[in-house]
């Protein structure tokens, strides 16, 4: 531990060194962490890793680690650590995320907040309000992926989509990335790292280990600290700075919004149909739901999609909505015209 610590103080783009004391596994039997010895260790150390850092003209390196009961707050306050989060499994607990919170405060804690498992950004915010309103200070959120039936080829499907809206509805908390979970092992976790950082988020939270081979848990998505030093070396931060546009992107956005105003009319104009064409189903007596049409049109838009150079999943998902909705829309329209 001492030694990877050491690597990492040394490191100017590290701000924090993640500790992993205790470790919630999905099933009984699997490593569990070292609980407050491995915090004990974190003490034994400190003084020595903040002198590298020191040495290295760095800021003062902080220690977090995760708690999942309020006695693991207290703990990690006794050992001087500076910050926590809680896990994913913590977060889909309200009553839970509200005993922590309470632990939480008064202590000056830094807390994070991983997403819970299922792609719910109410349930993450939840979470978050429930730290703000125990008077903690400084909160971010940590996206780590979610457990989905198509996860991409990853452990947790990114579903960037969920953190941007976080980012929308709560435009102030810090959002991290946490590439190791997401990935589940280390090949994809440079690529996911820039995308995180392309998409604006504040940081990132990569697991290390000196011998990943050796881990007793997650060992395919650990990585060296040289191979993490390597990663970071090649990341791009990009500015998130709109006023630094130039001429050429403020037009291409302005055909982004014309297309966009496009897409609505479009869509607008085909549910127009949709309830016309209920009313000629409502005389036929005709279901408003037909199985073999519906098939007809997804594969024929998959195809077009296909020959445009569009994703079918993005194609799939897109037409998947739209139907939903034209078959509420015919559903209502159906009903209306029965009471008449």
């Not at 260790?41 to 903040?50: D, H, L, P, Q, S």
């Not at 024929?300 to 079918?312: F, I, N, P, T």
């Amino acid at each position: 531990m001492g030694s990877v610590c050491m690597a990492l103080a040394r490191m100017p783009q590290v701000k924090m060194v993640r500790c992993g004391a205790w470790k919630p596994r999905t099933r009984p039997g699997g490593f569990e962490g070292f609980g407050a010895e491995a915090l004990a260790w974190v003490e034994g150390i400190r003084a020595e890793v903040r002198a590298a850092r020191r040495e290295c003209g760095g800021e003062e390196l902080a220690f977090c680690c995760e708690v999942a009961r309020p006695e693991h707050v207290e703990q990690a306050v006794r050992h001087g650590i500076e910050a926590v989060w809680l896990g994913a499994r913590t977060t889909a607990n309200p009553f839970m995320v509200q005993e922590l919170a309470e632990a939480m405060r008064g202590t000056g804690l830094t807390v994070m907040v991983k997403n819970a498992p299922n792609p719910d950004v109410r349930l993450w915010m939840g979470a978050i309000e429930r730290c703000r309103k125990a008077g903690v200070e400084r909160v971010a959120a940590v996206h780590r992926g979610f457990d989905v039936y198509r996860n991409e080829g990853y452990r947790n499907s990114p579903l960037w989509e969920v953190p941007i809206e976080l980012r929308r509805l709560m435009p102030e908390v810090p959002i991290l990335c946490d590439p190791s979970h997401i990935a589940g092992r280390r090949e994809p976790i440079k690529a996911l790292s820039q995308t995180a950082l392309d998409l604006g988020f504040e940081g990132l939270m990569i697991e290390v280990h000196p011998r990943p081979e050796a881990a007793l848990t997650d060992a395919g998505q650990q990585l060296t600290p040289d191979e993490l030093a390597c990663v970071l070396a090649d990341l791009v931060v990009r500015s998130t700075d709109s006023m630094v546009a130039d001429e050429e992107l403020r037009l291409l956005r302005e055909q982004i919004d014309q297309l966009d105003a496009e897409v609505l009319q479009m869509l607008s104009a085909r549910f127009e149909v949709a309830e016309r064409i209920a009313q000629v189903k409502r005389e036929g007596n005709l279901a408003v739901f037909q199985p073999k049409r519906w098939d007809a049109v997804l594969r024929d838009r998959l195809e077009r999609g296909k020959e445009l150079g569009l994703d079918a999943d993005f194609v799939s998902g897109i037409f998947e909505r739209i139907h939903a909705e034209s078959v509420r829309v015919q559903e209502r329209t159906v009903g209306e015209s029965g009471v008449q």
